[in-house]
């Protein structure tokens, strides 16, 4: 694509600055995110194992924290695989568990028939394919005034993907159905466990609540290929509609479990609190995500004349119903259109506006309804963590029509 140039905006100028100004508080997120959408050169390198990653679509934070460009996201649904986000907890396992993928060994624990099999075994009991959107609890955390610890992501850190695998109620019904009393299928990462450290403190352990045994797939193909060691090859746990942390990578373990995981990551870890506050286990998990939606064309200038808005829209466990999109920071909206195909409740519908602008600045913005008529919200209140901003607010983009 062409390399937009990215202007700084003088945000107490003119009337849409104005009205921006009036919703953005601080109006630190929103320069932010104006001077990151862009298509810059990147200046930090990408990590070995992301290698195969395509540069100018990425923003590097960190080793672990590959972001895709807003821009970058296209109409076609799947977001292709050299572009999708990473985020790890940990280094990743050395890539040699994914030249010999088939032999890769899954424990599985809380079924009536304990044992562990092989992906190769796994690749006999069945195969479903799913479309999800991939998208980290930590997305839009740029767009938060307070500091919240953890990488600034904007909108990057999440895309919709393909997965194909064996769905996981084929494996509990070979393995002779759930332990009683088990609430939670608890998935173990295969990451090496620095010595010296409390495992708890770094594991990857995620557990998620009974029900998704039936919609978890235990993935070894991502978008056609198999998953490659950035994403969990050989095996990933998908678990639709719930934030990207609950999908363990390179998973090791499954057991159908009682409890919590142990770990730090479920007990106070990904724990919604008011700013200030500690995690803990009585606050609520990030599992099932939110209604949300935010615009990926234009997102910083455009030529006058016909404009086709365009934009990502997603409900979590529910399918998107409609989208709306407006010019004017929110003060009116045009319901936009959903662009086929469909790919599920779980996948992101790609929509469309198409406008006419004459030359000035615009805050574009959308706002996504579920099939349940939940509506993305204006705004998102502060959390400690700043986990995911979904309002409509600061997702806006300012763009200079030319
Ligand atoms: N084993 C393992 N699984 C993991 C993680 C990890 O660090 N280790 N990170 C989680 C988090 S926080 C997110 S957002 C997603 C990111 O998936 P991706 O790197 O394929 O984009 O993986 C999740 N699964
Ligand atoms: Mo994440």
Same mark, same amino acid.
């Given at each position: 694509?062409?390399?937009?140039?990215?202007?700084?905006?003088?945000?107490?100028?003119?009337?849409?600055?104005?009205?921006?100004?009036?919703?953005?508080?601080?109006?630190?997120?929103?320069?932010?995110?104006?001077?990151?959408?862009? +298509?810059?050169?990147?200046?930090?390198?990408?990590?070995?194992?992301?290698? @195969?990653?395509?540069?100018?679509?990425?923003?590097?934070?960190?080793?672990?924290? /590959?972001?895709?460009?807003?821009?970058? !996201?296209?109409?076609?649904?799947?977001? &292709?695989?050299?572009?999708?986000?990473?985020?790890?907890?940990?280094?990743?396992?050395?890539?040699?568990?994914?030249?010999?993928?088939?032999?890769?060994?899954?424990?599985?624990?809380?079924?009536?028939?304990?044992?562990?099999?092989?992906?190769?075994?796994?690749?006999?009991?069945?195969?479903?394919?799913?479309?999800?959107?991939?998208?980290?609890?930590?997305?839009?955390?740029?767009?938060?005034?307070?500091?919240?610890? =953890?990488?600034?992501?904007?909108?990057?850190?999440?895309?919709?993907?393909?997965?194909?695998?064996?769905?996981?109620?084929?494996?509990?019904?070979?393995?002779?159905?759930?332990?009683?009393?088990?609430?939670?299928?608890?998935?173990?990462?295969?990451?090496?466990? &620095?010595?010296?450290?409390?495992?708890?403190?770094?594991?990857?352990?995620? %557990?998620?609540? !009974?029900?998704?045994?039936?919609?978890?797939?235990?993935?070894?193909?991502?978008?056609?290929?198999?998953?490659?060691?950035?994403?969990?090859?050989?095996?990933?746990?998908?678990?639709?509609?719930?934030? =990207?942390?609950?999908?363990?990578?390179?998973?090791?373990?499954?057991?159908?479990?009682?409890?919590?995981?142990?770990?730090? !990551?479920?007990?106070?870890?990904?724990?919604?609190?008011?700013?200030?506050?500690?995690?803990?286990?009585?606050?609520?998990?990030?599992?099932?995500?939110?209604?949300?939606? @935010?615009?990926?064309? &234009?997102?910083?200038? +455009?030529?006058?004349?016909?404009?086709?808005?365009?934009?990502?829209?997603?409900?979590?466990?529910?399918?998107?119903?409609?989208?709306?999109?407006?010019?004017?920071? =929110?003060?009116? @909206?045009?319901?936009?259109?959903?662009?086929?195909?469909?790919?599920?409740?779980?996948? @992101?519908?790609?929509?469309?506006?198409?406008?006419?602008?004459? %030359?000035?600045?615009?805050?574009?913005?959308?706002?996504?309804?579920? %099939?349940?008529?939940?509506?993305?919200?204006?705004?998102?209140? &502060?959390?400690?963590?700043?986990?995911?901003?979904? =309002?409509?607010?600061? /997702?806006?983009?300012?763009?200079?029509?030319?």
């Amino acid at each position: 694509m062409d390399t937009p140039v990215v202007h700084r905006r003088h945000f107490l100028i003119g009337a849409a600055g104005v009205a921006v100004a009036s919703t953005v508080p601080g109006m630190g997120g929103l320069a932010f995110a104006q001077e990151a959408i862009g +298509t810059q050169a990147p200046t930090t390198p990408l990590p070995d194992y992301a290698s @195969w990653k395509k540069p100018e679509a990425m923003i590097v934070h960190t080793e672990l924290t /590959l972001e895709t460009r807003r821009p970058f !996201i296209g109409t076609s649904s799947v977001v &292709p695989s050299n572009i999708l986000f990473v985020r790890n907890n940990l280094e990743p396992p050395d890539s040699a568990i994914v030249a010999d993928a088939d032999a890769w060994e899954v424990a599985f624990e809380g079924v009536a028939q304990p044992r562990t099999m092989t992906v190769r075994e796994l690749k006999q009991l069945g195969i479903a394919t799913v479309p999800t959107v991939l998208q980290c609890s930590g997305n839009g955390r740029g767009l938060f005034d307070h500091e919240a610890s =953890g990488s600034p992501w904007l909108t990057g850190a999440a895309g919709c993907v393909v997965w194909s695998g064996v769905p996981l109620r084929a494996v509990v019904d070979a393995l002779g159905g759930v332990a009683e009393g088990a609430r939670f299928v608890t998935n173990t990462g295969g990451e090496v466990i &620095p010595e010296g450290i409390d495992a708890n403190e770094v594991l990857v352990e995620r %557990s998620v609540p !009974i029900e998704n045994v039936d919609t978890i797939i235990l993935a070894w193909e991502m978008n056609g290929e198999p998953v490659p060691l950035a994403h969990g090859g050989p095996l990933r746990v998908i678990v639709p509609g719930y934030y =990207g942390v609950n999908n363990v990578k390179y998973v090791k373990r499954i057991a159908f479990t009682e409890a919590e995981s142990e770990a730090d !990551i479920q007990q106070t870890g990904y724990r919604v609190r008011p700013v200030g506050e500690s995690g803990a286990p009585d606050q609520p998990s990030m599992w099932q995500m939110k209604v949300k939606s @935010w615009v990926t064309h &234009p997102v910083v200038e +455009t030529p006058s004349g016909p404009i086709q808005i365009h934009g990502v829209a997603f409900g979590g466990i529910n399918p998107v119903q409609r989208v709306e999109v407006s010019t004017d920071d =929110g003060q009116s @909206w045009q319901e936009a259109q959903l662009l086929d195909p469909d790919l599920g409740r779980y996948a @992101w519908r790609s929509f469309v506006l198409p406008v006419e602008l004459p %030359s000035g600045t615009y805050s574009i913005t959308s706002r996504a309804t579920d %099939s349940e008529g939940n509506v993305q919200e204006q705004t998102t209140e &502060p959390n400690h963590r700043g986990y995911d901003y979904s =309002g409509w607010d600061r /997702l806006a983009v300012e763009v200079t029509v030319l």
